[in-house]
């Protein structure tokens, strides 16, 4: 505790806006409006430097001091995940060796890719290469009698978006630099992202059959960056390999099990079970699908698994070589099918003794959730000239994503137009390319601002975080409505807009001829729920054949109003006899509302 009150707080030369949030235990949307009233524009992934961190930190009520890198030290200042957390609460005597958890980061085209599929085809576990069938995000090796674990998301984004929400999942980084290309910015951003994490670092000395090859240049420029080689006396090792012509793999994998043996990386098999999700989707024919990594504990097919919102038994639960399994132990990569809907990667989960308890957990986060939202002020563009009338503002805040940079400079131009024409100014803070993700949503959360769509989508993810932090998205496929709405918000005469809310989604399994009623389609509810008197959206391989309402909805013999996820039913359609195998079925409702 320092003189003036302030608690002591201690921070690395660089970090991302999120970490800086963690370590204050503050919210992202809070330290970017800090660093927005500081002239700083930045978004949730951006890396900010110990100066600029220092001043977040002191209007917080931190004291901001350099963290010194010491190997000490770091073992008692590092931020430890809650994994590791749990694992640590584990009785010492039931911990066992549990295999490492690898991930594979460094610059775009250094050969990540080549590299995990060099290592999957030439070491997987029991030889049987030939036997994967299906990307899973995550496999294991064997090496020596040893299993080595791999995290299958090559590139920091989905390594940042792990450790992000407090459930990093590697033991271990190999980074990869090509030996003829040497140290690029992606580089340093994954040295930052592991040196955070405090995980060790091995460096995978990529493309030395090149003939521009120069190892001794990029070792240099390694040391320059804190790696240094330990043929140099550091205690960085570097490993020389070829992913192309699969040369070194063993060197690489022999170096895995060295720094796995200096580490303590163990687990209890029958202790308390909890992992992370690696990834997550819905499959047509399966329904929610997700990847699981077991940190602790051994998970069977039969548990009830809680992860963030979404909750569920395991109907199965399958290796990467989509074999079917029984139990899972720790640092085991399985796919699981039996949870009510998708959860976010990265999202711990945790098995449960029973359905009760875990829909009791899931009610409070919805309910937390719900609260959180309903206390956040929404800027929308229907009231903005009512707030401006209270005095409450005087700009139109803006984020601006299109699909082409030639999209982008004329909607720009209108509103700056716009903006001359008006008492109300027009402050468009980001506009860029792309889909709407949830960086943008942060973003605009932070600052109130309007999120206006061109001929983009707005990510899963996205819209999630927006309806949770209380921001309005408005996607459009022509500029001149685009235009004609802000126009009419600074006017006040824009009307509530009708909106459309997916409810459900589903797939038609199996079509069924009924005598006087025409074809059924045996369907399965994939997301949210199928509804009586809500509208129906069909599609066939991305086209729409059909809009209109369900005629019948039946479970097995019965009518009924609504059939959710997870469920299988019979549902026949007004007007529409074409139904076929395979078709998507969206159930939808129009709301009026405030965008």
């Known amino acids: 505790m320092s003189d003036n009150g302030s608690k002591t707080i201690e921070l690395p030369a660089s970090l991302t806006v999120r970490e800086l949030a963690q370590r204050m235990q503050a919210s992202p949307i809070q330290v970017i409006r800090i660093l927005m009233d500081n002239g700083v524009m930045a978004n949730i992934n951006q890396m900010v430097d110990f100066d600029t961190a220092a001043i977040v930190a002191s209007e917080l009520g931190f004291e901001a001091k350099l963290e010194v890198h010491e190997v000490e030290e770091e073992k008692e200042t590092g931020e430890v995940p809650l994994w590791r957390q749990l694992i640590a609460k584990e009785d010492p005597r039931f911990l066992q060796p549990r295999p490492p958890v690898v991930t594979i980061l460094g610059h775009v085209d250094h050969g990540k890719t080549t590299l995990l599929d060099a290592i999957r085809h030439t070491n997987v576990a029991a030889g049987e290469a030939g036997g994967i069938t299906q990307h899973i995000g995550a496999y294991q090796v064997e090496h020596k009698g040893r299993l080595i674990t791999f995290l299958d998301t090559p590139g920091h984004a989905a390594f940042t978006a792990m450790r992000s929400r407090g459930a990093q999942g590697a033991d271990i980084v190999v980074l990869v630099v090509a030996a003829n290309d040497g140290v690029m910015p992606q580089t340093r951003e994954a040295i930052a992202h592991a040196r955070a994490a405090r995980v060790p670092i091995i460096v995978a000395l990529n493309k030395i059959d090149r003939p521009d090859a120069n190892p001794d ?51 209890n098999p029958n202790g308390q079970v909890f992992g992370t ?3 997550a989707k819905i499959d047509r024919a399966r329904g929610v699908v997700a990847t699981l990594l077991v940190y602790n504990g051994t998970l069977e097919a039969g ?21 079917k399994l029984r139990k899972a ?23 449960y003794a029973n359905e009760r308890e ?38 139109l805040r803006l984020i601006i994503k299109a699909d082409v940079q030639g999209s982008l400079e004329p909607i720009i131009s209108s509103l700056n137009d716009l903006s001359k024409e008006s008492e109300i100014r027009i402050n468009i803070l980001h506009a860029e390319t792309g889909n709407v993700s949830e960086s943008d949503v942060m973003l605009a959360s932070a600052s109130h601002a309007i999120i206006l769509g061109f001929n983009v989508q707005a990510d899963h993810a996205a819209r999630r975080l927006a309806e ?54 045996g369907c399965r509810v994939l997301q949210g ?28 013999k019965d009518d009924v109003r609504e059939v959710r996820a997870g469920m299988e039913c019979g549902a026949g359609f007004k007007g529409f006899d074409d139904i076929q195998v395979g078709d998507e079925i969206e159930c939808y409702i129009i709301e009026r509302k405030t965008a």
Do not use: C
């Open 529 to 556: 729920e199928f509804r009586r008197g809500a509208r129906v959206r069909i599609r066939r391989k991305g086209e729409i054949v059909y809009e209109g309402e369900f005629a019948s909805l039946k479970h097995e």
């Open 303 to 323: 548990d009830i698994v809680v992860a963030g919102t979404a909750y569920g038994r395991i109907r199965a639960m399958f290796d990467f070589r989509g074999r």
């Open 329 to 351: 132990g720790p640092s085991t990569p399985v796919q699981v099918m039996g949870l009510n809907e998708v959860p976010d990667a990265g999202e711990l989960f945790r098995v």
């Open 217 to 267: 240049f990029t070792k240099r420029q390694l040391a320059e960056v804190g790696l240094v080689p330990d043929e140099w006396g550091g205690n960085t090792i570097v490993v020389p390999v070829s992913a192309k012509l699969k040369q070194g793999i063993e060197d690489l994998l022999e170096a895995i099990l060295l720094v796995s043996d200096s580490l303590d990386i163990k687990a």
């Open 468 to 521: 949770s932090e209380g921001v309005s998205i408005r996607l459009y496929d022509v500029i001149y409505r685009l235009t004609e709405d802000i126009e009419k918000a600074l006017k006040g005469m824009l009307e509530p807009m009708e909106k459309e809310v997916t409810i459900g989604k589903g797939t038609v399994l199996a079509v069924f001829h009924i005598s006087k009623v025409g074809n059924v389609a």
């Open 358 to 395: 875990a829909r009791q957990v899931v009610e409070e986060r919805l309910l937390q959730r719900q609260q959180r939202r309903q206390a956040l002020p929404k800027a929308s563009l229907e009231d903005l000239f009512s707030k401006v009338q209270a005095g409450e503002t005087q700009e």
């Open 277 to 279: 999700v690696i990834e």
